[in-house]
């Protein structure tokens, strides 16, 4: 993948850490990846006669579509940290929550899912071997994402749509301990909804409740997470692997807590690098960024 001079240097920061298809911090919060391909990519993933191939010309024709005559550098303001801001994002992934814990409940003489959708085997306090589970599967993700952004030219269509997310809800200045605090629950936040949503809910019915089975009921379920992230076509084919592999956790575990903190760890570890990595940019970098990811998928 091609990258411009002006941009090569800050990707590689922290390895290259950046969102790829985990569901909570995906979609509907937004911090998900996606904005225009930079240098020559822009013009094979965008076609050629469509919009800009530059973070530059990005910036410029996200500012013009606002209506602003001054540089793109003064078009956006961007908000520094605040707790308030976050409060949105975290009472929207908590509705998926709150969902899953009514349709559960009213619905449990048909759905009959164990212990509220958590699965048989659930217990707490956790085990051991459930926490080291949780933390291998975490670290897999992350492997995997590393390799998805060496090796996949398209993985670019979908960074700077979460560094301008991350960017508008933590701050343009870096704060180390809050937004570590405020990844942590971010995260948790996505994992506790989207899990049991996705997995204790959906998954669960559809593969005791169907004809589906097991492995049916877990393609069905993460076909619909991919659904619910479906920012391009890319990112939906990664956003449903991965819900195919945290199902596949549930499925043989039959614990949702080892989905749940591998959810919640992989998300709060990469809005924290993508915050260290967009924190090192000049302003000028930042605007346009913040363009960029008003270009959208």
């Given at each position: 993948?091609?990258?411009?001079?002006?941009?090569?240097?800050?990707?590689?920061?922290?390895?290259?850490?950046?969102?790829?298809?985990?569901?909570?911090?995906?979609?509907?919060?937004?911090?998900?990846?996606?904005?225009?391909?930079?240098?020559?990519?822009?013009g094979r993933w965008r076609g050629a006669s469509r919009g800009p191939t530059s973070r530059s010309q990005v910036a410029t024709n996200a500012v013009s579509k606002q209506g602003f005559d001054q540089?793109?550098?003064?078009?956006?303001?961007?908000?520094?940290?605040?707790?308030?801001?976050?409060?949105?994002?975290?009472?929207?992934?908590?509705?998926?929550?709150?969902?899953?814990?009514?349709?559960?409940?009213?619905?449990?003489?048909?759905?009959?899912?164990?212990?509220?959708?958590?699965?048989?085997?659930?217990?707490?306090?956790?085990?051991?071997?459930?926490?080291?589970?949780?933390?291998?599967?975490?670290?897999?993700?992350?492997?995997?994402?590393?390799?998805?952004?060496?090796?996949?030219?398209?993985?670019?269509?979908?960074?700077?749509?979460?560094?301008?997310?991350?960017?508008?809800?933590?701050?343009?200045?870096?704060?180390?301990?809050?937004?570590?605090?405020?990844?942590?629950?971010?995260?948790?936040?996505?994992?506790?909804?989207?899990?049991?949503?996705?997995?204790?809910?959906?998954?669960?019915?559809?593969?005791?409740?169907?004809?589906?089975?097991?492995?049916?009921?877990?393609?069905?379920?993460?076909?619909?997470?991919?659904?619910g992230h479906l920012l391009n076509r890319f990112y939906f084919a990664v956003a449903t692997m991965s819900g195919a592999f945290f199902g596949l956790l549930y499925m043989q575990t039959g614990d949702?807590?080892?989905?749940?903190?591998?959810?919640?760890?992989?998300?709060?570890?990469?809005?924290?690098?993508?915050?260290?990595?967009?924190?090192?940019?000049?302003?000028?970098?930042?605007?346009?960024?913040?363009?960029?990811?008003?270009?959208?998928?």
């Open positions: 993948s091609a990258a411009t001079p002006s941009t090569h240097g800050w990707r590689r920061r922290h390895g290259g850490v950046a969102f790829d298809g985990v569901g909570g911090i995906g979609g509907r919060v937004g911090i998900s990846d996606v904005g225009a391909p930079i240098g020559a990519d822009a540089p793109s550098n003064q078009a956006y303001d961007i908000p520094d940290f605040s707790w308030k801001n976050l409060l949105p994002v975290w009472g929207g992934q908590s509705l998926f929550a709150v969902a899953a814990a009514v349709c559960i409940r009213v619905f449990d003489p048909w759905l009959k899912q164990p212990n509220w959708g958590f699965g048989a085997n659930v217990a707490w306090p956790m085990s051991t071997e459930v926490i080291g589970f949780s933390l291998a599967a975490t670290l897999a993700l992350l492997v995997v994402n590393s390799a998805l952004e060496k090796a996949v030219p398209e993985r670019w269509a979908t960074k700077e749509y979460v560094q301008s997310f991350v960017l508008l809800l933590f701050g343009p200045d870096r704060r180390t301990v809050p937004v570590a605090i405020a990844a942590l629950v971010t995260g948790f936040a996505a994992g506790l909804g989207e899990e049991w949503f996705f997995r204790g809910l959906i998954q669960g019915s559809l593969s005791s409740m169907t004809p589906l089975g097991p492995w049916g009921g877990l393609a069905a379920a993460s076909v619909i997470f991919g659904c949702l807590l080892v989905p749940l903190i591998a959810h919640t760890l992989y998300d709060a570890i990469i809005v924290f690098f993508v915050h260290l990595d967009v924190t090192d940019l000049s302003k000028k970098e930042q605007q346009e960024i913040i363009a960029a990811g008003a270009e959208g998928p």
